[in-house]
């Protein structure tokens, strides 16, 4: 059986989709107004592994990506800049170029990390008319208020807020760092903002030549007493609404295009461990209060990237991408290896001794690949399965099924390399759910027979299976002529170069 930890219920739980041999999965996937760093690659990793081992184990997976291209804001307490305007403000572009540009560079950046995509990519700005109609419905059930900047929904109208991550209102508010606006409590969250202009206000001496953008309705009059020139710019992402020109909130997107694409409930819902005591009991709390129904069964969430044992993030400057990884000579694929050594819910530290450990590691698995000695004719990467091969497999599936055990499972195909005890076809059957890509490394490592060899071998085991042994070793001796070494075992027979 296999078992996930389930955020919902703090355990883990044996899974059961809800339609049988039929997975609907939905990742939160990015906020396109910079380069996805190794961190936010570190959760789509884990999401693909859990994508692999899904079919691996046997099920279809209908796997639903959102592109977040409008609404996040700064503060994930509804305030700030909308980070794809800043985006736009920062490189001198449109919003939209923003968001395609940073959508390609993300699809490139999984690519490279062997991620298989999405079945469905949806961008939030593609879908705001399901986004309006789910704000409506909340609107009807009386779940919602106005303030002067938007239409927030009133978290202490849902009894379970804040249940998946043991949030405590009491608690919060003694916090008080929550920046309130017009809320009613610290946890209410924007479902629509209204659209004001974007002000840029720049300093007229020239010692202050220091542009500053502030995003308040009424700037004028510290324009006046610090002499600025002040220019407006209207807001480039905004829609009509039954509410007024605005743009939906952060959390309102997910909530509508999972549904949308997978229905209600669906199975799965991913992301990364700090999407739990916002986003995702924001998804939670809108979706449940409109329906009634639950949002997913299971919500299950990665751990973070650190680096100097603080996480890595956007807006800190201990941020790392691909591109940064391949200048310093580095493969993705060794990136891969090294997040598939610690489990998803453990904190991982980066350190490039680290990653230059796992890429050794990584080449050593290929070579090891390349080189296993235990199929028959190996070096054509031809294999049969072994009983040790079946037993091999079964203690790979059992791991998988423990809630992911990725570490475990690369120890025991370490062990099984070692002991010589797994065969090629067995290791690459792995790599549908490790990723690494083994065969493309196999197919430029392994040299092809030379026909006469080739021949001879099939000759040889043509006499072994009519039990002619006599015929049999003298081909073998011919082989051996040739500069070739056969080897027979329980797997069958392999050949090696001498
Ligand atoms: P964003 O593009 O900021 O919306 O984030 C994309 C994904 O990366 C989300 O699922 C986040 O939870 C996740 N994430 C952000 N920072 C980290 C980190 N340091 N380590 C692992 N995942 C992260
Ligand atoms: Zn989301």
Not at 219 to 246: D, F, I, N, Y
Not at 269 to 279: A, E, L
Not at 341 to 369: C, I, M, P
Not at 480 to 497: F, M
Request: a neutral charge.
């Amino acid at each position: 059986m296999f078992s996930l930890y389930n955020t919902l219920h703090h355990k883990k739980e044996d899974f059961k989709p809800l339609k049988t041999g039929k997975v609907g999965l939905y990742t939160c996937g990015p906020t396109v107004y910079n380069y996805a760093h190794i961190g936010n690659l570190r959760t789509y990793v884990f999401e693909d592994v859990l994508k692999r081992s899904l079919l691996f184990l046997g099920y279809k997976v209908k796997h639903v990506m959102n592109i977040t291209d409008v609404g996040h804001l700064t503060s994930d307490a509804d305030t700030g800049e909308d980070k794809m305007e800043k985006g736009a403000k920062r490189e001198g572009k449109t919003a939209w170029d923003i968001a395609r540009f940073y959508t390609e560079a993300f699809e490139h950046d999984i690519a490279e990390l062997n991620i298989l995509p999405p079945d469905i990519y949806c961008r939030a700005t593609d879908y705001i008319k399901e986004q309006i109609a789910l704000i409506k419905k909340l609107e009807k059930k009386g779940f919602t208020y106005k303030t002067s900047d938007g239409i927030y929904f009133d978290t202490a109208k849902f009894p379970d807020y804040g249940k998946m991550a043991n949030l405590k209102n009491q608690e919060l508010k003694a916090g008080a760092r929550v920046d309130m606006g017009d809320k009613k409590n610290p946890t209410d969250f924007a479902l629509w903002k209204f659209s004001v202009p974007q002000v840029t206000v720049i300093p007229t001496t020239k010692e202050e030549s220091l542009s500053q953008s502030i995003t308040d309705g009424d700037p004028s009059s510290a324009r006046a007493s610090l002499g600025m020139t002040k220019t407006e710019s209207k807001r480039q992402m905004e829609w009509e609404s039954p509410w007024g020109v605005g743009f939906p909130g952060w959390h309102i997107e997910c909530s509508a295009m999972s549904v949308k694409f997978l229905g209600q409930p669906f199975d799965i819902h991913c992301g990364g461990i700090d999407h739990v005591p916002v986003h995702h009991t924001n998804e939670i709390a809108q979706s449940e209060a409109a329906t009634g129904i639950p949002l997913a069964n299971f919500w299950v969430h990665g751990e973070y990237l650190l680096t100097q044992n603080d996480r890595m993030a956007k807006s800190g400057n201990n941020f790392l991408t691909i591109s940064t990884l391949k200048e310093k000579g580095f493969d993705t694929l060794a990136y891969r290896f090294f997040l598939l050594q610690t489990h998803y819910r453990k904190q991982l530290n980066f350190s490039w001794e680290a990653l230059e450990a796992a890429q050794n590691g990584y080449h050593h698995l290929l070579d090891a690949v390349a080189n296993c000695n235990t199929s028959k004719n190996s070096l054509q990467g031809i294999a049969q399965r072994s009983p040790d091969d079946t037993k091999i497999s079964k203690k790979f599936t059992t791991a998988l099924e423990d809630d992911l055990n990725l570490p475990e499972a690369l120890a025991l195909v370490w062990d099984a390399i070692k002991a010589k005890t797994v065969s090629q076809k067995t290791l690459l059957e792995f790599d549908k759910v490790l990723g690494l890509n083994l065969a493309d490394a196999l197919k430029s490592q392994t040299t092809p027979l030379p026909d006469a060899v080739a021949v001879l071998l099939a000759q040889r085991n043509e006499a072994r299976d009519r039990r002619d042994f006599q015929a049999s070793d003298e081909l073998r001796a011919q082989i051996e002529k040739l500069g070739y070494e056969v080897k027979d075992s329980a797997s069958g027979t392999d050949i090696t170069k001498k």
